[in-house]
């Protein structure tokens, strides 16, 4: 009777509006009104109190909580009535075209603001423009983050600061690239420090040396000539921070004659480096790091490592071999500038137009190219400056433009904002190599967005742009902040007294930095072969193997792992350590110092694999040590938790993470499995927000990938989709995900198709006009 006299006394309603009395409102009332209407009004939430009905549907905040908490089935809670299917797809679709005005036919590619290159984006492009390896993490500020990436438009600024830094970097890359003096120099040949190998074993590396032991490895390197050379070697110091007593004598020989060795001991120094001059043959040559133990580490101190990371050779020092520089090559195309000055000025034409268009990623209009040109050629004609100088002045100017220091897109109508255009073809290829190289575009991508072919090719470009090595640089990007593995190294951990032990020497020897870069690379690795071998995307969180040495296999309690190596392992008898939950990096990176934390991993669960993060937690909210410390005796991680429930301020928000974080703390905050806590038996059973019971890890992650696949499909396609395009997700891009999932739901649902989704979408191939 209250909604019928209440729709027979409506004033006159748009159309919209009277579908919202008529149909919408009586499912609020079923199923939400007891909660946040007629008096009610939990989480400050409130359905039924607006003094305009046409404003109230157009509150796009409002209705964007209300799609999102019954899109993840978080709302209406477990135990309340739940709508059924049909009503909840009208309840969404009302919203999506009513409230949000969603065309599926035409989605809204969003707003992408122009941005500059972050300091991996600049590394690469440089790398693969000039062949310099510019340490831009030394010698750049850090990126700012937003949503999770440093990728996003609008936090990547640019600041006096920045250029500053950006013009000295042009000078001192060019130098790198084109050095003062010859074309031709004394070559050099690096061989990185995981090359080297003990003796009886070729296949295991052998770059970490303990002080402890007597240690002789070897590797081989080609030397270009017979003749005399310097070698180097650069290594650095690394294990406990309170070892300062320890110490090792450390020898570098080649082909069986010693040419350094000094004493080493704690050093924090990132790289030290240590060599003399040999005489080399032509062809391989065997360069030898000898280690003896010296004074041992003071009482409780802990152990000490030595880390070969790199051996150089430049030589004949003599002269009598000389080759071109890999810079050099990559610039000057043609070998040394002609003598006639016409031939010169059409050579810098050359080199400029090559080289500009792949650093500007698009065709350079002749204003450009005739202005470089001229700086070049001015200063080849100033006495005492060569060809080479000028080309360098020229393209120090490139490397500080705007044009290469942003990622920019041409507006093909800047006055229409309302339009939506398709990107042009060359925006299109820096959109792909930034996505999967973090880089700029290669000479195919140019050639085919010049022949307007790209897009005809795009499936095949995606291939072999994945299959490319540098498609690394996506995976450890990617990785390294969905899943933090960035921080798996430098996280603060307290090994000692995770494990019980005031011995710091037996801490190092169980969880030490050789072990953190191990479950770096388990993480990279598991991604990498998921994407590129076509695995479906659940296995993320459902797989039944992953990537392990020796070294974390036997921390994981894994047997039969032989080897310094990586390699796939097989772990259906250990079904806790299958997915990324169950690797190091996630449970190290969501533990607190000294202890887990059911909040962190539960919030880290809702953030990256469920896309439905909690609230940020209220003030004053007291740490779990003073709910123990107030019980008056030891309590397990859950009875503490649920002495921290009973607040009512802390209880709606930890009814969501909870149960996830306790379902994982089998795991203790290295990454142990366990079975026990202060004494009692881990209990990681638990029932979801949604209603989905488990009771262990394996049932956890069942769920996960099984019951929320959609939910974790959804999460996925957001964090790539953002990754790529620079921005945040908005409303609007309920159509684009809805899309994605509807493709993977489908189909076989592999990373790989997803990605390639995403590359399809109108996010990524389309912009607004304005």
């Not at 209250?2 to 004033?11: E, I, S």
């Not at 799609?67 to 797809?89: F, G, H, T, Y």
């Not at 005809?456 to 933090?484: C, E, H, T, Y």
């Not at 969501?656 to 038996?681: H, S, T, V, Y």
Request: proline share 6%.
């Amino acid at each position: 009777m209250k909604r019928l006299l209440a729709f027979l006394f409506l004033p006159a309603l748009a159309s919209g509006d009277v579908t919202f009395e008529k149909e919408i409102k009586p499912i609020l009332e079923d199923y939400c009104f007891d909660c946040h209407g007629d008096g009610s009004s939990k989480g400050d939430f409130l359905m039924d109190q607006y003094d305009d009905l046409s404003g109230h549907l157009d509150d796009i905040d409002h209705w964007l909580a209300v799609w999102r908490n019954v899109r993840s089935q978080i709302m209406p809670p477990p135990k309340k009535d739940q709508p059924d299917l049909a009503e909840k797809r009208q309840l969404m679709g009302w919203i999506e075209k009513r409230v949000f005005k969603l065309d599926p036919e035409n989605p809204d590619p969003g707003r992408v603001t122009i941005r500059r290159l972050n300091r991996v984006e600049y590394y690469y492009a440089i790398k693969d423009l000039l062949g310099v390896e510019y340490e831009t993490w030394e010698n750049f500020p850090a990126d700012d983050t937003g949503y999770g990436f440093d990728t996003i438009g609008d936090v990547l600024s640019i600041s006096p600061l920045h250029m500053e830094k950006y013009l000295e970097a042009a000078s001192s890359i060019v130098e790198k690239a084109l050095p003062k003096g010859a074309a031709m120099q004394t070559p050099v040949r690096l061989f990185e420090g995981s090359r080297f190998r003990k003796d009886g074993d070729e296949k295991q590396q052998a770059n970490w040396l303990e002080f402890k032991d007597e240690r002789k490895v070897y590797l081989k390197g080609d030397a270009p000539a017979n003749g005399v050379y310097q070698v180097t070697l650069d290594y650095a110091v690394r294990g406990s921070a309170a070892a300062t007593d320890q110490s090792a004598g450390l020898e570098l020989w080649v082909n069986g004659q010693k040419i350094a060795e000094r004493i080493i001991g704690w050093d924090q120094r990132d790289k030290i480096s240590m060599g003399g001059q040999a005489d080399l043959v032509k062809g391989r040559n065997t360069v030898e790091v000898r280690l003896s133990p010296k004074n041992p580490p003071g009482e409780g101190q802990g152990e000490q490592s030595a880390i070969l990371k790199q051996v150089t050779i430049k030589g004949p020092l003599d002269g009598s071999f000389k080759e071109y520089p890999k810079g050099y090559s990559m610039i000057m195309v043609d070998g040394p500038a002609p003598e006639e000055m016409r031939e010169r000025e059409l050579y810098a034409r050359k080199i400029m137009r090559s080289f500009v268009s792949r650093a500007f990623r698009r065709p350079l209009d002749r204003g450009t190219v005739a202005r470089l040109v001229k700086m070049a050629m001015q200063v080849d004609q100033t006495p005492g400056r060569s060809f080479e100088d000028g080309i360098k002045h020229a393209m120090t100017a490139v490397l500080a433009s705007p044009r290469f220091l942003f990622r920019a897109e041409i507006q093909p109508e800047p006055n229409n904002r309302g339009k939506i255009v398709m990107l042009d073809e060359y925006a299109l290829a820096a959109r792909l190599s930034f996505f999967l190289w973090s880089s700029v575009p290669d000479d195919e991508l140019l050639s085919l967005a010049f022949k307007k072919e790209l897009r005809k090719n795009l499936n095949a470009q995606i291939d072999r742009m994945i299959a490319s090595p540098k498609s690394r640089r996506f995976v450890d990007n990617f990785v390294g902040q969905w899943l933090q593995a960035r921080d798996v190294e430098n996280v603060a951990i307290d090994a000692g007294r995770v494990i019980g032990t005031t011995d710091q020497r037996e801490a190092d020897r169980i969880f030490n930095e050789r072990l953190r870069s191990d479950m770096k690379e388990e993480s990279e690795l598991f991604f990498e072969f998921i994407l590129k071998n076509n695995r479906p995307a659940a296995e993320l969180i459902s797989a039944r193997y992953s990537f392990l040495n020796e070294r974390l296999a036997k921390f994981y309690d894994i047997p039969g792992v032989r080897g310094a190596e990586h390699r796939l392992v097989d772990l259906h008898e250990h079904p806790q350590r299958g997915g990324v939950l169950g690797q190091g990096t996630f449970l190290l990176v969501t533990s607190n110092p000294t202890r887990t934390s059911p909040v962190k991993r539960g919030l880290f669960v809702l953030d990256n694999i469920l896309g439905t993060p909690a609230p940020p937690a209220p003030p004053d909210v007291p740490e779990l040590e003073e709910v123990s410390e107030h019980q008056g005796k030891p309590l397990t991680m859950r009875q503490m938790m649920e002495v921290h429930r009973e607040k009512p301020m802390c209880a709606s928000c930890h009814k969501r993470m909870d149960p996830i974080g306790l379902g994982l703390e089998n795991f203790n905050a290295i990454g142990q499995f366990r079975d026990k806590e202060a004494g009692q038996p881990i209990d990681s059973a638990g029932v979801l927000i949604t209603g989905e019971e488990f009771s262990d890890i394996a049932g956890l992650k069942n769920v996960l990938a099984d019951k929320r696949r959609d939910d974790f499909y959804r999460c996925l396609s957001e964090k790539i989709l953002t990754y790529a395009i620079g921005r945040g997700p908005e409303y609007f891009d309920a159509v684009t995900i809805d899309a994605l999932i509807k493709e993977l739901s489908e189909g076989e649902g592999t990373l790989k198709d997803l990605v390639v989704a995403i590359i399809r979408s109108s996010p990524f191939q389309k912009r607004r006009g304005g």
